[in-house]
Structures are given as C-alpha cells and as structure tokens.
C-alpha cells in the first residue's frame, strides 16, 4: 500500500488543522491505520489509531479531546482532525498502516508508511 499524508502547514497555537492519509495501488480498508509525530533528534511518537471499520479509536493522553482521528473507507483515507494546536505539536506527522485490523501503539507493527507533513505551531 503506497500512502499519501497531506493537510500539514503553519498555524497559530489554538488553531485547526486536518491531515489526511490516502492510499493508493491497494485498499487499506481491512487494516487499522494510525497517525505518528517525530521531531528532529527525537524518537517516533504515537498519536493515534483507528481500527478497519471505526469502531475503535486510541490517542495519546496529550492530545485527548483535541484530536479526532476518522476514516472514510470508500474514499480509502483517513483522517486527523487537530484542534487547538498548541506548540508541542509540531512535528512531521506520519500515516501508516497496521500489520492487523486492530492497530496498537507500537511503530514496529506499521508495515507502510507515508511520507509525512509537516505541521507548525507559532505565532
């Protein structure tokens, strides 16, 4: 599966931002996908991930209540919906999809990967 992330740019902290993932060559629609963050000279970081039909989302603690992650299957993309950005949230974020149709918080059972977009949070 060859992933597309899109949506990143500039904002002001408490500002919106929605990212999208979009596959391409195969369907991703029997796996779960997740979202991940890094900043230079840092480690990889889980954000959050969706299950194949939705029904299970799980975010990290620092962004509950601020990001929704969805998933629209006939369009083969998912989503991150950011609000009230806040500085620590900047980073280049990453799509990728999950080994089963679950997802879990470990980078290593991704198996594609975007390309990644880069969000800015400044004033």
């Known amino acids: 599966v060859q992933l597309q992330a899109s949506g990143g740019g500039l904002v002001e902290p408490g500002g919106s931002l929605r990212l999208s993932c979009a596959a391409s060559?195969?369907?991703?629609?029997?796996?779960?996908v997740g979202w991940f963050r890094q900043v230079p000279g840092k480690e990889r970081e889980f954000v959050a991930h969706?299950?194949?039909?939705?029904?299970?989302?799980v975010y990290v603690d620092s962004v509950k209540g601020r990001f929704a992650i969805s998933r629209d299957r006939g369009k083969n993309t998912v989503y991150l919906q950011m609000d009230n950005l806040k500085p620590e949230d900047a980073a280049v974020y990453y799509c990728?999809?999950?080994?089963?149709?679950?997802?879990?918080?470990?980078?290593?059972?991704?198996?594609?990967w975007g390309q990644g977009t880069l969000v800015t949070v400044s004033s």
């Open positions: 990728a999809v999950h080994r089963s149709s679950v997802g879990s918080r470990w980078y290593k059972d991704y198996l594609s």
């Open positions: 060559r195969r369907t991703f629609s029997n796996n779960a």
């Open positions: 969706i299950s194949w039909n939705g029904a299970t989302r």
